[in-house]
């Protein structure tokens, strides 16, 4: 059973920073050949891509972060990260870190991410 957990969310002001962590329970060997994707719900919304990246290293985001939130991994740690930056109150939701890999995609808990004004 692959598990992915996301950490690293909490409460930041406006213009602040933050990193989020994606951990991921499968070997090295297969988490270097998967895609990466952070996704971010905001209340009454639905869940929406806010960057992907893939081995090797190829990033895509989101119109709504590029400039502000870099997404990278470390394969041999078999985790990916979510480094955001001049954070805006609308960025709030939950964040979620998705891996797909050889044979499925699988989902993390999410971790929440609130921007105060």
């Known amino acids: 059973q692959v598990q992915l957990v996301e950490s690293g969310g909490g409460l930041v002001q406006a213009g602040g920073s933050l990193r989020l962590s994606c951990r991921t329970s499968?070997?090295?060997?297969?988490?270097?050949?998967?895609?990466i994707g952070w996704y971010r719900q905001a209340p009454g919304k639905q869940r929406e891509l806010v960057a992907a990246?893939?081995?090797?290293?190829?990033?895509d985001y989101a119109d709504y972060v590029k400039g502000r939130f870099i997404i990278s991994r470390d394969n041999a740690k078999n985790t990916g990260y979510l480094q955001m930056s001049s954070l805006k109150p609308e960025d709030t939701g939950v964040y979620y870190c998705e891996g797909t890999f050889v044979g499925g995609a699988y989902w993390g808990p999410g971790s929440q991410v609130t921007v105060s004004s």
């Open positions: 990246t893939t081995n090797p290293v190829i990033a």
């Open positions: 499968v070997r090295t060997s297969r988490f270097s050949g998967a895609t």
